[in-house]
Nanobody, 121 residues
Framework: QVQLVESGGGLVQPGGSLRLSCAAS????????MGWYRQAPGKQRELVAS???????YYGNSVKGRFTISRDNAWNRVNLQMNSLKPEDTAVYYC???????????????WGQGTQVTVSS
């Protein structure tokens, strides 16, 4: 079993900042990647940012230069610093982990429950 605990969502004014955090625990042998995705009402889920095992990072075009993803050394926690927030950033933000539970077999994906981010005046 894997657990992902997300925190840090909430209501913020345009131009403000929020920091999301995702803590992973459970039967994890190795982590290939962790990332944040978001889904706004009526829209498809999209990549916000991800970080992979070699510390390469990837960002959605709409958040480049405003959001920063980082992890702790133990790969237990991934953070998403969101600055210069806009109303169009309003969405439910989901943490995803790609991991192996043993040294064998392909990796698996696991999603968190999601945390609401609302950007509004």
């Amino acid at each position: 079993q894997v657990q992902l605990v997300e925190s840090g969502g909430g209501l913020v004014q345009p131009g403000g900042s929020l920091r999301l955090s995702c803590a992973a625990s459970g039967s994890i042998f190795s982590i290939n990647a962790m990332g944040w995705y978001r889904q706004a009402p009526g829209k498809q889920r999209e990549l916000v940012a991800s970080i992979i095992s070699d510390d390469s990072t990837y960002y959605g075009n709409s958040v480049k230069g405003r959001f920063t993803i980082s992890r702790d050394n133990a790969w237990n926690r991934v953070n998403l610093q969101m600055n210069s927030l806009k109303p169009e950033d309003t969405a439910v933000y989901y943490c995803k982990i790609t991991f192996r539970s043993s040294g064998y077999g392909p990796p698996s994906d696991y999603w968190g429950q999601g945390t609401q981010v609302t950007v509004s005046s």
